[in-house]
């Protein structure tokens, strides 16, 4: 019998990306405040909320493997989440565009009573979108809503010219690093497919 599997997280692409390798999550909304943590760098920032998040939701679901991950963007050595209006967003893009940064995604796993921490991270080679796209882009809304203001898989996508690392980082969970950290909890990641 499949073990519970909890994603504490309400992003879309990242049950998206889960139920695309097979898995039937459980979401549990973790309702961590993410405003004022601090952490001495952008990779600390990225496992501490991971982590923050699944041992919130641990708490309900002792019997559960819960799975807790959050991603942001370093760019220029700088920490950038979800842009706070759509002014941000368009100058996030504009000094973005042409250039890299590195999405670092903190994953936090909680089995039977065991916390394992990972951190990965794959650089993003943005494309040059002209003003109006991006005004597009952001009038779209869908920059508001995730870390770095851009997505692999949404509106975005034809403004990245390449990644170098995991997709599915990108995207908010690499399936790679969540297979070993499962299999450091002894958990077979077939175990969990549905």
């Not at 991270?121 to 943005?126: A, D, N």
């Not at 997505?151 to 403004?159: I, V």
Request: glycine share 10%; proline share 5%.
């Amino acid at each position: 019998m499949s073990r519970r599997l909890v994603l504490a997280s309400a992003s879309p692409a990242r049950l998206r990306l889960l139920q695309a390798a097979g898995f039937d999550p459980e979401v549990i909304v973790s309702g961590v405040d993410e405003d004022g943590v601090e952490a001495t760098d952008v990779e600390a920032l990225a496992r501490t909320l991971a982590t923050m998040k699944a041992t919130a939701v641990a708490t309900s679901a002792p019997d559960a493997i819960i799975v807790g991950c959050d991603s942001v963007l370093d760019f220029d050595g700088q920490a950038h989440g979800k842009p706070a209006d759509a002014a941000e967003a368009v100058a996030r893009w504009r000094s973005m565009r042409g250039r890299s940064g590195t999405l670092v995604t903190g994953h936090c796993v909680i089995a039977d009573g065991t916390t394992l921490e990972g951190v990965a991270r794959t650089k993003v080679r943005f494309g040059n979108p002209t003003d109006a796209e991006i005004d597009a882009y952001v009038a779209s809304g869908e920059p508001l809503a995730v870390a770095g203001a851009f997505t692999l898989d949404g509106r975005s996508a034809p403004f990245i010219d390449g990644i170098d690392g995991d997709p599915g980082n990108v995207i908010g969970l690499s399936l790679p690093l969540l297979r070993t950290m499962l299999a450091e909890l002894g958990v077979g990641i077939t175990d969990l497919w549905r």
